[in-house]
Structure formats: structure tokens, C-alpha cells
């Protein structure tokens, strides 16, 4: 027994074998490939020359060592059958899953997608992504023409010569996510023994830059939608809370507290391919909004004239009814896409570039140049990082750069200014920050302040008076003012 056992200790594992060429060939049994079931093996060809017996005893011991100590790929599987496994089993919304494998068919595998997955090197995801900065159309950089659409038409200014455009910078660190992900599960399933993207110069994060509406264009926004007042208190709301347009359209009756002030956001609507349905928040965190007097006059008039077009069809609205509702009932809730759309129609007339997310930066702007701490304002908008990340310099127009220079005096002075400032900061809370320069003064009409009975009482004409806006461009809005009836 013990003879046996050595015989099979002295067996030489692998074999040279010696090509037409003169090359010898090198192979090394590895094992069962779990993904297709065959048999993988190691290969590395010598070139022929004097010392090609040598090196080649040399690339034996160096695949055996590779082997026994599991640094090599125990696979022979492709990057697009990586990833097909990977989304398999990957726990994500249904949108972000789109999303990624959208990604991977317009970018991955008509680049690495036949590549294996052993022979990935930090060299080959350089020059990947370098490829997605030089164009995102993948042309081989032959001239021809790109045409508007890949079925039969006729050629018209839309469709011209081919420019490169590169991929944007978000876009190419999100298939960096992509990959990253993929190749630690590869890891975790032991096809590989180390992870060849961590080697790679990853896409930087690309700086933000959200371009806010300015105040006055704020203000035509706002004077445009009160054509529809359904539609202004949706583009009000969103000025103010910074809310998601996911957000914004599962919004239920129950969800507001009209006489506490606070508005709970706890659903959000999702559209993928013109399929609708009701998750939870982008960050699966529910929050509570506290809001301003003018906001909850708003919701109140908005409710009365919701309440009132259901009495005239004998419906009562119910309390879990969508607070935003193409129905009367309020039984359905609107589509994010409709609400985009409409949007930038409305912006597209008064030739504003805009897109109704960027209200979000708008609402997260103005809270900070009001002074408005970063993390108040995150955790108000429903932010995943909680205001860790400091805000970008767009965001940060207008507000006063903080120092940690010590003031003059001694070390008693400089740590009672910084109390100071911890309490001020402890005093600013939501409702009391929201910007009082823009919010009242696009929906307060003079008929309203004039015919009020309470005009140096009212907040109304208090607004009216505090802002040098004129109040001829200012829309009707006879159920704003509480002593006229909202």
C-alpha cells in the first residue's frame, strides 16, 4: 500500500506536448468547470528555441503551484454568462435591474461580453473604459452616417454625419458598479481567487452640477401652472419639499396632517415600459416633512376642490384617496412620466431649460442659502448619505463659506463662538427655513390682500408688502387667504 501511494505521489501532473511548429504547449488539468461542466485545463505555449525544454519545466511547476493554491480561474465562463448569473440572482428594484442590464447589452458585451472571465486584467478594464470616454456609439472610427431611426424613413436635418460623443462620466461609473459587483459574486462562488477590477483605475465620480431654476424663473414657472390649479400645488409642493415625482404621485390624503402641519412620505410610484406600481422610497426610509402655513393653505384648498368635484358625482372622497389623481375619486394616482413630460412642456414655453428634478436642487438650494444646516436639509429631501457629503458648489450659491479658522482672542472666545453657532444651528428646524423671499408672493393676488379684513393681520398682506415683485404679474387665487373662506 505504501508503494502505491508513492507511485501516485511521483506521477507528473500536466504534460508538454510538442507542436508542428517547435512551440511546446503546456497543460495543467484544473478541474470540473461548475458553470459548463467540462473539463478546464491551464495551457501556456513555449516559443521553440534552446532553452524552450527548461522554460517549459518552468511554466509546469509555476501552473501546478497556480493550482494547488487556487490562483487560478476555476472556469472558463464569459463575461456576458457572468453577468447573466449575476442578474439572476441580484435583489434590486425592477427599474434598477432594467437599468443595469440596458447597460450591459448597449456597452459590455459588444466590448468584453465573449472575453472569459480568467483572462480579465486590470489592463483590459483601462482600456474598456478609455473606449467608453472616446465614443458611446462603439464606431470603429469610419465615417457614416447616423440616422434618426433604424427603420425605413426619410432623411431629414436629424439625421447627419457621425460626431463621438463620450459616455458621461455617471454613466460609465455606473457599469463600473456593474462589473464590480459581477466579479466579487465570481469571487464568493470561487471562479476566481482575486477580483481583477480592484487593480483597475476606477471612473472618478463625476462632480455635481444640478442647475437649479433661478428665483425668477421660479416665479413664471409657478404663474404659468396656475392655468391648471391642480397642477400648481403639484409644482408648489415640489418647490418647497424637493420631493421625487415618485414621491409626489403616491401621495395619499392620510398621509397629510393639515392641522399639525406635516406631510409623511412613506410610498413612491415606479414606471418601467408603461407598467405602474407602488414600492417604497428610493432609500426604503420614511420621513416626516414639517410644513409651512402657506403650503398647508394650499393642500386645504386643494382638498376643498377635490372634496367638492366628488360631491357633485355623489362620491365621497376617501381618506386613502391619491391627493394627485386623474380620477375624481382619486382611486388612481398619476404616472412620473406624465408629470415629467408635462413639465417640461410648461418649461419648454417659457424657454426655460429645465427638467422638473432640478426642483429638487431648487428646494435644497434655498434652504441652505437660507441657513439651513447640510444634514437638515438631506434628511428633508430623503437623502441615502444623511448630509455627510458636503454639498456641491452650485448648491452652496449664496451661503457663506465656514472656516475653521479660530477667531481672534483666546481659547475661552473661540469655544464660546462655536457654541454659538451649535445653538443656532440647533434652533433653524425645517418649517422656519423655508425661504419666506419667493414662496408667498407668485400665489397672493391684490384682489385677495385688498378685499381681506385683516389686511395688516394677514399673512397675505403681509407678503404682498414684503417683496417688490409686481403684483399685476401675480395670479388669482381667491381661496389662498384664510379669511376669505380656504
Given at each position: 500500500?505504501a508503494?502505491?501511494?508513492?507511485r501516485?505521489?511521483s506521477r507528473?501532473r500536466g ?5 508542428p511548429?517547435?512551440?511546446?504547449r ?15 485545463f491551464l ?7 534552446p ?6 519545466e518552468k511554466?509546469?511547476?509555476r ?12 472556469t472558463?465562463a464569459?463575461?456576458?454568462?457572468l ?9 434590486v ?10 447597460l ?9 461580453g ?15 473604459y ?14 457614416y452616417?447616423?440616422?434618426?431611426t433604424?427603420?425605413a424613413h426619410?432623411?431629414d436635418?436629424?439625421c447627419?454625419?457621425h460626431?463621438?460623443?463620450?459616455l458621461a ?8 458598479v ?9 469571487v464568493?462562488?470561487?471562479?476566481l ?10 471612473p472618478?465620480?463625476p462632480?455635481?452640477?444640478p442647475q437649479p ?7 413664471r414657472i409657478?404663474n404659468e401652472?396656475w ?27 392620510h398621509?397629510?396632517d ?9 410610498r413612491s410610484?415606479a414606471q418601467?415600459?408603461?407598467?405602474t ?9 420614511n420621513r416626516?416633512?414639517?410644513l409651512?402655513?402657506e403650503?398647508i393653505?394650499?393642500?386645504?384648498g386643494?382638498?376643498?376642490l ?5 360631491a357633485?358625482?355623489g362620491?365621497d372622497?376617501?381618506?386613502d384617496a ?10 388612481d394616482?398619476?404616472k412620473p412620466?406624465?408629470v ?6 410648461l418649461?419648454?414655453?417659457l424657454?426655460i431649460?429645465?427638467?422638473i428634478h432640478k426642483l ?20 428633508r ?18 451661503f457663506?463659506?465656514?472656516?475653521n479658522?479660530r477667531p481672534?482672542?483666546?481659547w475661552?472666545?473661540y469655544?464660546?463662538?462655536r457654541?454659538q ?8 428646524s425645517a418649517?422656519?427655513?423655508?425661504p419666506m423671499?419667493?414662496r408667498?408672493?407668485?400665489?397672493v393676488p ?8 385683516r ?17 399685476s404679474?401675480l ?7 384664510s379669511?376669505?373662506?380656504a
Amino acid at each position: 500500500m505504501a508503494r502505491t501511494t508513492a507511485r501516485r505521489r511521483s506521477r507528473q501532473r500536466g504534460q508538454i506536448q510538442e507542436l508542428p511548429s517547435g512551440s511546446l504547449r503546456v497543460t495543467v488539468y484544473v478541474g470540473v468547470d461548475p458553470l459548463t461542466k467540462r473539463r478546464h485545463f491551464l495551457r501556456e505555449v513555449i516559443p521553440a528555441g534552446p532553452t524552450a525544454a527548461n522554460d517549459a519545466e518552468k511554466a509546469l511547476r509555476r501552473l501546478v503551484v497556480q493550482v494547488d493554491e487556487q490562483r487560478s480561474p476555476r472556469t472558463a465562463a464569459t463575461v456576458e454568462q457572468l453577468l447573466e448569473r449575476h442578474f439572476e440572482l441580484l435583489e434590486v428594484e425592477s427599474g434598477t435591474l432594467a437599468t443595469y442590464r440596458s447597460l450591459t447589452a448597449s456597452h459590455i458585451l459588444p466590448l468584453i461580453g465573449k472575453q472569459k472571465v480568467g483572462a480579465l486584467r486590470a489592463a483590459v478594464f483601462d482600456s474598456f473604459y478609455a473606449e467608453l470616454r472616446r465614443c458611446r456609439a462603439h464606431c470603429d472610427r469610419r465615417p457614416y452616417t447616423d440616422h434618426r431611426t433604424g427603420r425605413a424613413h426619410e432623411c431629414d436635418h436629424r439625421c447627419g454625419p457621425h460626431a463621438c460623443r463620450p459616455l458621461a462620466k455617471s454613466t460609465i461609473r455606473q457599469i463600473h458598479v456593474i462589473l464590480s459587483g459581477a466579479l466579487k459574486r465570481a469571487v464568493r462562488w470561487r471562479w476566481l481567487s482575486t477580483n481583477p477590477i480592484e487593480h483597475a483605475e476606477a471612473p472618478q465620480q463625476p462632480t455635481a452640477n444640478p442647475q437649479p431654476p433661478t428665483a425668477e424663473e421660479a416665479a413664471r414657472i409657478l404663474n404659468e401652472a396656475w392655468a391648471d390649479p391642480d397642477w400648481a400645488v403639484l409644482v408648489w409642493l415640489t418647490m418647497v419639499t424637493g420631493f421625487r415625482r415618485g414621491e409626489l404621485c403616491a401621495l395619499r390624503w392620510h398621509h397629510v396632517d393639515l392641522v399639525g402641519g406635516v406631510l409623511a412620505v412613506e410610498r413612491s410610484i415606479a414606471q418601467l415600459d408603461g407598467r405602474t406600481w407602488e414600492k417604497d422610497t428610493k432609500t426604503h426610509q420614511n420621513r416626516r416633512i414639517a410644513l409651512d402655513p402657506e403650503t398647508i393653505a394650499l393642500l386645504m384648498g386643494h382638498r376643498q376642490l377635490c372634496m367638492s368635484r366628488a360631491a357633485a358625482l355623489g362620491i365621497d372622497l376617501a381618506p386613502d384617496a391619491f391627493m394627485f389623481s386623474p380620477a375624481v375619486d382619486g382611486s388612481d394616482h398619476l404616472k412620473p412620466s406624465t408629470v415629467s413630460q408635462r413639465y417640461s412642456r410648461l418649461a419648454c414655453r417659457l424657454g426655460i431649460k429645465t427638467t422638473i428634478h432640478k426642483l429638487r436642487h431648487y428646494s435644497a438650494t434655498e434652504l441652505i442659502s437660507a441657513g439651513v444646516d447640510v444634514r437638515t436639509v438631506a434628511g428633508r429631501l430623503g437623502h441615502g448619505g444623511g448630509g455627510t457629503r458636503p454639498p456641491c458648489a452650485s448648491t452652496r450659491r449664496g451661503f457663506p463659506k465656514r472656516t475653521n479658522a479660530r477667531p481672534p482672542g483666546s481659547w475661552p472666545a473661540y469655544r464660546s463662538a462655536r457654541r454659538q453657532r451649535r445653538a443656532r444651528s440647533a434652533r433653524s428646524s425645517a418649517w422656519r427655513a423655508i425661504p419666506m423671499r419667493w414662496r408667498p408672493r407668485i400665489f397672493v393676488p391684490r384682489s385677495s390682500a385688498a378685499a381681506c379684513p385683516r389686511d395688516r393681520s394677514c399673512r397675505a398682506g403681509r407678503s404682498l408688502r414684503s417683496r417688490t415683485t409686481s403684483r399685476s404679474a401675480l395670479p388669482t387665487a381667491p381661496w389662498f387667504c384664510s379669511a376669505n373662506g380656504a
